[in-house]
């Protein structure tokens, strides 16, 4: 069974950069038929995508962020990792990290079909 | 950017009753449209991808229709576990991302 995990300071300080990682287990990041991504949900809010990568260490952003993130992959760790840049309390949030599909036979399988347990940074000073 | 909005807001259904809760989108995501269940303090699940087909081990109860940019997902007689916020996504326009709905509220009548 697939299981991802969410790991990362709890806090941080307004301006600075908020850093978590995920790390798969039950499964190989390297497969080539998914994506593994970051969404965050705002206390009491709605679900945002932050970005995805591919285990080959492409990357797409959501266009509102893509100037502050950074998502990499560590294929030997099996680990995926975010960055987000000078964080102001809107930042503060669950963030899951999450695997979705790519493309199969000309289907799309862009959902989100496995997720962490969710962690929650605050951005305070 | 895709925006989708979903309505209402709160739905108040009685246990045993139907509820059917919609998704727009601004412009046509064929049907790449997914459907997720979260209930409070968990991650989201998912429950419909491709408009209309359940994923693995979600209830038949369940059931999605839909596509371009309208879509519904009805659950056919609610249960105490349903009582839970529902979100919809599309995926039709990759890249440059996944957007998701605000989520509908089902609370207990």
């Known amino acids: 069974q697939l299981q991802l995990q969410e790991s990362g300071p709890g806090l941080v300080k307004p301006s600075e950069t908020l850093s978590l990682t995920c790390t798969v287990s039950g499964g190989s990041i390297s497969s080539s038929s998914y994506y593994w991504g970051w969404i965050r949900q705002p206390p009491g809010k709605g679900l945002e995508w932050i970005g995805s990568i591919y285990y080959s260490g492409s990357t797409y952003y959501n266009p509102s962020l893509k100037s502050r993130v950074t998502i990499s992959v560590d294929t030997s760790k099996n680990q995926f990792s975010l960055k987000l840049s000078s964080v102001t309390a809107a930042d503060t949030a669950v963030y899951y990290c999450?695997?979705?599909?790519?493309?199969?036979?000309?289907?799309?399988?862009?959902?989100?079909?496995?997720w962490g347990q969710g962690t929650l940074v605050t951005v305070s000073s | 950017e895709i925006v989708m909005t979903q309505s209402p807001a709160t739905l108040s259904v009685s246990p045993g009753e139907r509820a059917t809760l919609s998704c727009r989108a601004s412009?046509?995501?064929?049907?790449?449209l997914a459907w997720y269940q979260q209930k409070p303090g968990q991650a989201p699940r998912l429950l419909i991808y491709g408009a209309s087909t359940r994923a693995t081990g979600i209830p038949a109860r369940f059931s999605g229709s839909g596509s371009g940019t309208e879509f519904t997902l009805t659950i056919s007689s609610l249960q105490s576990e349903d009582f839970a916020v529902y979100y919809c996504q599309q995926y039709n326009n990759w890249p440059p991302g996944l957007t998701f709905g605000g989520g509908t509220k089902v609370e207990i009548k």
């Open positions: 999450a695997r979705h599909g790519g493309v199969r036979w000309l289907q799309l399988l862009y959902y989100f079909d496995y």
């Open positions: 412009q046509s995501v064929s049907s790449n």
